[in-house]
């Protein structure tokens, strides 16, 4: 289960929505590992619709949540068109072991009503689970 | 040519717990070669096995990722800085 703040939740979206035609990427930390407080959000060095790539911005946003006792518990990004579940892409990018359990959290714009769900990728398998929004 | 090389946090292990390591070279390549030579622990998340860059890696000289340069055939000057960095991406 993954907790979130509502702004965290939030802020997400709009990052989303803000990135819109193309996808929005981000890292989600917390001090915790199931609680996710912050999100930072990220260019997408690609300027895709269709794909994403965090770039140095995201590295450097790493070490300074490291320096506040905060640890990436996910890399965020958007589906402009489909729904709220790993891509194949998704999936075989999720092997790279340099973020070694990470979740894959996804902000669906597909339909008016954002949509945010969240999985852990091992090899081919996908397992989803529950976003569930707390007040801070 | 001497450069600074930023490691990524995984690789800092392998570097005697440094961020920041010197490494020579002419060439993003010979500077990537050099790194390995000093850390070998470093090779299994940098090197693919065809020799060239793991795919998991991007190379940045300065803040240009050198895959929009001339590759590992990107020229280095004194002093410039090199980060590795995990590529992370999806779709």
Same mark, same amino acid.
């Given at each position: 289960m993954l907790h979130l703040t509502t702004e965290t939740w939030q802020a997400m979206v709009a990052h989303a929505l803000d990135g819109f035609p193309d996808e929005a990427c981000g890292l989600l930390? !917390?001090?915790?590992?199931?609680? !996710? =407080?912050?999100?930072v959000p990220c260019a997408n060095v690609d300027r895709s619709s269709r794909s994403f790539s965090l770039g140095p911005d995201a590295w450097q946003a790493v070490d300074e949540l $490291? !320096?506040?006792g905060l640890a990436v518990l996910a890399v965020v990004h958007s589906h402009t068109h489909t729904e709220a579940y790993p891509s194949p892409t998704d999936v075989a990018q999720a092997a790279n072991p340099f973020i070694g359990g990470w979740r894959w959290v996804l902000v669906s714009l597909k339909r008016p009503e954002p949509v945010v #769900?969240?999985? #852990?990728? $091992? !090899? =081919?398998?996908?397992? =989803?689970e529950e976003v569930v929004l707390i007040d801070r | 040519m001497s450069v600074t090389v930023r490691l990524p946090t995984i690789m800092r292990s392998h570097a005697g717990g440094q961020s920041e390591v010197k490494a020579e070279g002419a060439t993003i390549g010979e500077v990537v070669n050099d790194l390995v030579r000093q850390f070998p622990g470093t090779a299994t998340h940098l090197k693919a096995p065809d020799?060239?860059?793991?795919?998991?890696?991007?190379v940045y000289l300065n803040d240009e990722d050198v895959r929009y340069l001339q590759k590992l055939d990107t020229p280095v000057k004194e002093g410039d800085?090199?980060?590795i960095l995990p590529a992370v991406a999806g779709g």
């Open positions: 930390a !917390g001090a915790t590992p199931d609680q !996710g =407080e912050v999100f $490291d !320096g506040r #769900r969240s999985y #852990r990728i $091992d !090899g =081919e398998a996908i397992d =989803e | 020799g060239g860059v793991h795919k998991f890696v991007n800085q090199v980060s």
